[in-house]
């Protein structure tokens, strides 16, 4: 049984859905209604629907907006201006991709998003699909491609390359690099002090060092007598 997109329900009126979504207004949706379209539009609207570009397009609107009327008028433009657009909630609209499976139309909208997004939605895509057949199947074989491609275990790096003489050797060259910007910057340190201290008192620089202090002259003769007193 061949996929259809973008053809519902809303109530008991067959719908074509020209945007899933209004922007700024995701629970909104833009439709048609075929059924009551002049016979000529209604013919070629469901063309557009059918063809490959139409299946191929996230928007019906898309394809309308390339194709034309029996008579030579863009079929998007003539929707608006006759004001055959209508904008409905999106929980009211029931998509039906196939006779035999359905689903609302913000639900999908939920589980697409989702998808664009990331990971959540693929096997809830997946399990609807075995369960109704609803995903169109080029859609889950890209959705399960991407899903395989980013869950794919990386090679694990050997760990005798973790001992190499390569790992050493680089792990011994990004401490000395460290070490001399360390250096560097206690050399700074050190220029930047010296200024200081020869800013304060320029007769400092005569005397590049301090003299060690001389130890007092020891006396001769015997040593005092330590007394109880003195070594409390």
């Not at 001992?163 to 700074?188: F, P, T, Y």
């Not at 200081?196 to 005397?207: L, N, Q, T």
Request: hydrophobic share 40%; proline share 6%; net charge positive.
């Amino acid at each position: 049984m061949k996929f259809m997109k973008h053809i519902g329900r809303h109530g008991d009126r067959k719908v074509a859905v020209l945007f899933r979504e209004v922007p700024q207004e995701d629970h909104m949706c833009l439709v048609i209604y075929p059924d009551t379209l002049p016979a000529p539009w209604e013919s070629a609207i469901m063309k557009v629907i059918e063809s490959d570009h139409g299946q191929a397009s996230e928007n019906f609107a898309d394809a309308l907006h390339r194709s034309l009327l029996p008579d030579g008028r863009a079929i998007l433009e003539t929707l608006h201006r006759e004001k055959m657009i209508k904008k409905i909630r999106t929980a009211d609209v029931i998509m039906t991709p196939r006779t035999d499976s359905s689903i609302r139309l913000d639900e999908l909208n939920k589980m697409l998003n989702e998808m664009k997004s990331g990971e959540a939605a693929i096997k809830r895509l997946a399990d609807n699909d075995a369960a109704q057949g609803l995903v169109d199947p080029s859609v889950k074989r890209a959705a399960e491609a991407a899903f395989k491609n980013r869950n794919a275990p990386q090679p694990a790096e050997s760990s005798n390359d973790a001992l190499s003489d390569r790992a050493i050797a680089s792990n011994m060259l990004a401490q000395a690099q460290r070490m001399e910007a360390e250096g560097k910057g206690l050399l700074s340190e050190a220029a930047r002090m010296r200024k200081d201290a020869e800013r304060m008192d320029p007769g400092v620089v005569a005397s590049k060092a301090v003299a060690p202090a001389q130890e007092p002259s020891k006396k001769r003769g015997r040593p005092a007598k330590v007394t109880a007193e003195n070594a409390a």
